[in-house]
């Protein structure tokens, strides 16, 4: 479990980044990490792979802090940037020296997933295309099986069908002792995987909730007119997108991108 | 205190061969070029005879050529060994500077770091500097096979029966090769701790705290300095200050570099 208490962050004082947070978030659950660009997001997953230490507060990943940055804790965190480092080196190569790493490294699931994604292992990482290089560290990344996967923008410049694969690839990696935070402003792509939202927003958490839970409070509706009650409506081409108080308990399915837009603008 | 020697051998891989470039047959091909260069600016004589550019023909008379291939020196060349170590180690770690956040959430402690920095620096310095002597005994045997038998006969000629050349020249029949290996080591683990700790106080600290703390080093080292040379008295020795250079000032540095590198490892990224 990665337990949140009081964070802050700031590189100037008066201009907090992350402004007094506090969450626990649990094993065996996707969590999407959304906001607007330059809120923060990056941010935060860099605190939580020590990579960046809190102003104020505390990160304990399975008890361990983790400004304590020991061989243990980065046992437990992969963390993969948005823009993954170019190596002058072969695919099986990059496997062979980094896997070493990562106790329960699972090279079944790297070969499927190169195999999947088409990338071969004889090219090397610099001749590959910058879509292709994000593809190969997204499944060197899964294949780590660490506890803690943070992916920033893992989506982003991969083409339909990998991100599709990437999907499904995500979809077989999580277990009850994995807890996986995607950060992304591409929402669509990971929609129907995230178990939980977290939406940061001026430096706060202002939403911290599961995707049960969200069902179980709103309702998301598509009508060809406007819902008078609706809490927050987007007008489309053909119908209306709104969301409403879910009061007569019914099931519908989450659109995130509605539910970020309407949080932006202060309707929820 | 966690430490694997398998973690400790995927470091040393992962910085030979993944975020670095090391191999052996570049620290070689370093080597090479480095000492060829040294001779072809200091000890041009030496590239001359080889070649064949210099003969007796290009002097006045035999007594010139004679005491020309007398005074055949070739400089200390292992000093070049540092040199070619912290080139292979700052030309080759182009990512490394570049500091990826993946390299810096790989599960190694900061002692297994160090330790794998340390063999790997070891590792070239060590290797160089056997090049470097195979190097210059392949050139002084060519050399002494080439122009011993002629000088011989040049001195026998003026009448220099037994002639004894000091060891220090190349034609002598007791020249040795200088290696001055303890030095060479000191220096190698100095000059690049200190490229691998500047980089990462500036990367992490700022530039004005790293400056700051630069020059606190350097006063605090030459306090210890002038604390030294008062303590051993006024009337030092070239000797003993070599060797308190060697075995205790610079040792003191790198004991310094390790413990700054150990807490900078431990510290967040820049």
């Known amino acids: 479990m990665i337990q949140i208490q009081d964070l802050s962050y700031f590189y100037l004082k008066d201009k907090p980044i992350i402004n007094n947070i506090s969450t626990s978030l649990e094993p065996g659950k996707i969590y999407g990490l959304l906001g607007l660009n330059g809120e923060g997001k990056t941010t935060l997953l860099k605190l939580l792979a020590g990579i960046l230490f809190p102003k104020y507060g505390t990160i304990n990943l399975n008890a361990i802090n983790s400004t304590q940055r020991n061989k243990e804790f980065y046992s437990r965190v992969y963390f993969l940037p948005d823009q993954p480092v170019t190596f002058t080196l072969t695919l099986d190569k990059f496997i062979s020296i980094y896997s070493a790493f990562y106790a329960d490294f699972s090279f079944d699931f790297l070969n499927q997933a190169l195999e999947d994604l088409k990338l071969d292992r004889k090219n090397n990482i610099k001749s590959l295309s910058l879509g292709q290089q994000k593809k190969f560290h997204l499944a060197f990344a899964l294949a780590a099986n660490t506890k803690y996967l943070l992916l920033d923008e893992p989506t982003n410049g991969l083409d339909i069908p990998s991100k599709s694969i990437f999907r499904k690839l995500l979809a077989k990696r999580i277990d009850d002792d994995k807890t996986i935070i995607i950060s992304t402003h591409l929402v669509k792509d990971v929609e129907n995987l995230l178990d939980h939202i977290l939406i940061l927003k001026d430096g706060q958490l202002v939403l911290d909730m599961s995707s049960i839970d969200i069902t179980a409070k709103y309702k998301f509706n598509y009508a060809t007119q406007n819902i008078k009650e609706s809490l927050y409506a987007e007008n489309s081409i053909a119908n209306y997108k709104s969301i409403s108080d879910n009061v007569m308990e019914e099931e519908s399915s989450i659109d995130i991108e509605l539910l970020f837009n309407a949080i932006q603008q202060g309707k929820l | 205190m966690n430490i694997s020697m398998n973690n400790i051998m995927y470091t040393i891989r992962e910085i030979c061969f993944g975020s670095n470039d090391i191999t052996i047959s570049r620290i070689l091909l370093r080597t090479f ?13 030496m590239i001359s005879l080889l070649t064949g550019f210099t003969s007796v023909s290009s002097f006045k008379s ?57 063999v790997v620096i070891l590792a070239i310095t060590i290797i160089s500097l056997f090049f470097n002597f195979g190097l210059q005994y392949v050139l002084v045997y060519i050399i002494q096979k080439m122009y011993q038998s002629e000088m011989i006969i040049l001195q026998e000629e003026i009448g220099d029966l037994y002639k004894y050349l000091d060891k220090n020249y190349v034609l002598s029949t007791d020249y040795e090769i200088r290696i001055s290996t303890f030095p060479v080591i000191i220096i190698s683990l100095t000059a690049n701790l200190f490229i691998l700790v500047s980089n990462m106080l500036f990367t992490k600290l700022g530039i004005i ?13 030459a306090l210890v300095h002038r604390w030294i040379i008062n303590f051993s008295g006024t009337n030092i020795s070239t000797n003993v ?6 075995s205790v000032y610079l040792p003191l540095v790198i004991i310094c570099m390790i413990c700054c590198l150990y807490f900078l490892l431990k510290q967040k990224e820049g």
């Open chain 2, 33 to 45: 070029l480095i000492l060829l260069a040294y001779l072809m600016v200091s000890n041009r004589d």
């Open chain 2, 62 to 118: 035999n007594a010139d050529f004679l005491e020309f291939l007398e005074k055949l020196k070739i400089d200390e060349l292992t000093v070049l060994v540092p040199i070619v170590c912290t080139l292979t180690f700052t030309i080759s770690s182009s990512i490394y500077y570049k500091r990826s956040s993946q390299l810096q959430i790989l599960p190694i402690s900061p002692i297994e770091k160090i330790f794998s920095y340390l």
């Open chain 2, 209 to 221: 705290k790293g400056i700051l703390l630069v020059i606190l080093t350097l006063v605090a080292a």
């Open chain 2, 241 to 246: 200050a070599y060797d308190i250079f060697y």
